[in-house]
């Protein structure tokens, strides 16, 4: 509503001169909203990639092979978030964390 020159508690529009319709401050408040949008897309693939690997090959409680380890520790290093490694890897975000604190990739 500020980005519209409109005043949120009471709906009402804001003077010409008021601070929030100057360009600067308008774009400024537009790319806070985007961010957060972007960020709220972010954690509902986050929340559905965790969804959606029970229904495949579950390794949730089996032991980490070599093989998975070399594959975590590339696609950790060529950035790829830990909820699309959880999904690859048919294990959970805290299971793929764990597994990277233990590599010493993660704090």
Do not use: C
Request: proline fraction near 5%; glycine fraction near 4%.
């Amino acid at each position: 509503m500020l980005a519209a020159g409109i005043d949120p508690m009471t709906g009402e529009f804001l003077p010409e001169d008021s601070v929030v319709k100057r360009p600067e401050v308008v774009r400024a408040l537009r790319d806070g909203v985007e961010a957060l949008r972007e960020q709220q897309k972010v954690q509902q693939l986050e929340a559905t990639a965790d969804e959606t690997y029970e229904s495949e090959a579950d390794r949730r409680w089996e032991p980490w092979l070599p093989e998975e380890e070399k594959m975590l520790r590339s696609e950790y290093e060529k950035g790829t978030t830990i909820a699309n490694i959880a999904k690859k890897m048919h294990r959970t975000r805290n299971a793929i964390r764990a597994r990277l604190k233990k590599l010493g990739l993660l704090e």
